[in-house]
């Protein structure tokens, strides 16, 4: 019994330390997060299926979130990268928190905090945060997202901005198109396509 406490105590020691300590390649980390959860009127599961183009290819992405109540949102990501036939994983899993309040009379607001991860790969293993406030607007049927991300750790710090529209192409499924756009230590993009699925 005393040695089942010793481990297991030594095993949170050590996924702790990971986490708090695993660094991080601040210009792989702009590239490649992608927030693509979304305020909606229904509370059931969303499901995101898609792909972001960075400098490697297309990544396959996958996602999903859920709306536990009305101004709560919990989600995640899951992408297998392939890099020059080097495979990798990135992740992330986030808590999106909708206000009361409202920027603009015809918008709405969510804010995010996420942890993102990245295994595997040839930088090695990488753990970054995220802090993230979303607008959205409807214009007629058409859903317009603007999303300021604040990726960090300890080290470096970056600003990414994801553009996004939400457009119904059947009852409970969405095209979702979109871009990260990040600016240091150049400005560039990831575009993003994305199919939504409210399941």
Known sequence: MLNYKISLKFIIVCISSTLLFS????????????????????SSPMLHLGGLQDESGIQAISGIQIQ??????????????????????????LVGYIPKWKLLKFSSNMIQVGIHRYRFGEIGDSRWFSFSVMESAYIGSLNLSLC????FTQQW??????ISTKIKL??????QP??????????????????????
């Open 170 to 175: 059947l009852k409970d499924i969405y095209l």
């Open 157 to 162: 710090e970056r600003n990414t901005i994801l």
């Open 178 to 199: 979109g871009a990260v756009a990040f600016f240091t230590p150049d400005f560039d993009y990831s575009p993003f396509l994305l199919m939504s699925i409210n399941l």
């Open 148 to 151: 300021w991300n604040k990726l």
């Open 23 to 42: 660094g991080s390649a601040a210009s792989f980390s702009a590239e490649s997060s992608i927030i693509p959860f979304q305020l909606s009127p229904e």
């Open 68 to 93: 536990p109540t009305f101004n709560l949102l919990l989600g995640g990501v899951l992408s297998p990268r392939n890099n020059n036939n080097d495979l990798s994983i990135y992740y992330h899993i």
